[in-house]
């Protein structure tokens, strides 16, 4: 990625973010495709997002006290100010990007940064099973056998298993333009994304 790629991506993300705070805020969820449910994923970093944006809230008003020059106090309050409310919104986009069953397809969701549709017809089977993942970031891909699994982790854990019908090929840094034969990904209710996802296998089962 050059700089010129890296800047225009941060800048969209930005942007993003911004949207998502003031749809959060408005509750104005992104509208979706009529028949579809959407099942949510950050309930297990919410608590760690909720400690971040106290220690920073109290944080502000410490160092306008401790600092002694009147500019940094200045700078200080609008960078803390800045990054209390970004952080905020980092939140409101896991919020609004939530998991999606479909009538076409799963949409496998993270923030504005991650998207993986899968077709329906390219899905096997899918179920719950809880994992948890090993270092290595929170996009993993590992060899098993024939298999090529795609983990999509949150809090260092999954706990669905797509098993494909077919490979598929998952535009992501990660997966080195290969194919793969397995995805797995977390939910914060995986039996019942999971139930809704097999209603939306039964006609292309019968």
């Known amino acids: 990625m050059t700089v010129k790629q890296a800047l225009a991506f941060a800048w969209r993300y930005e942007l993003a973010l911004w949207a998502a705070l003031f749809r959060w ?14 099942f949510h994923y950050a309930g297990t970093v919410t608590p760690l ?42 939140l409101a986009t896991l919020r609004l990007y939530p998991h999606l069953v479909a009538p076409g397809a799963l ?39 024939d298999a090529r699994i795609l983990s999509f982790g949150v809090g260092s854990q999954t706990s669905i298993d797509v098993v494909l019908s077919r490979p598929l090929t998952v535009e992501h840094k990660k997966t080195g333009g290969e194919p793969v034969t397995q995805i797995r990904f977390h939910a914060d209710d995986p039996d019942a994304l999971v139930a809704a996802a097999r209603q939306r296998l039964v006609p292309s089962m019968t």
Do not use: C, K
Request: no cysteine; hydrophobic share 45%; glycine share 10%.
């Open 49 to 90: 997002f909720g400690v971040f944006i106290g220690l920073s809230a109290v944080e502000i008003p410490i160092l306008h006290l401790i600092l002694p020059w009147q500019t940094a106090r200045t700078i200080s309050l609008i960078i803390g100010f800045y990054g209390l409310v970004w952080m905020i919104g980092l």
């Open 107 to 145: 949409v496998i969701r993270n923030s504005t940064t991650l998207r993986v549709e899968v077709p329906w017809d390219a899905v096997a089977s899918v179920q719950v099973r809880r994992r948890s993942m090993p270092p290595g970031g929170g996009v993993q891909v590992e060899e098993a056998g």
């Open 25 to 38: 805020i408005a509750r104005r969820p992104y509208p979706v495709e009529p028949g579809t449910a959407d």
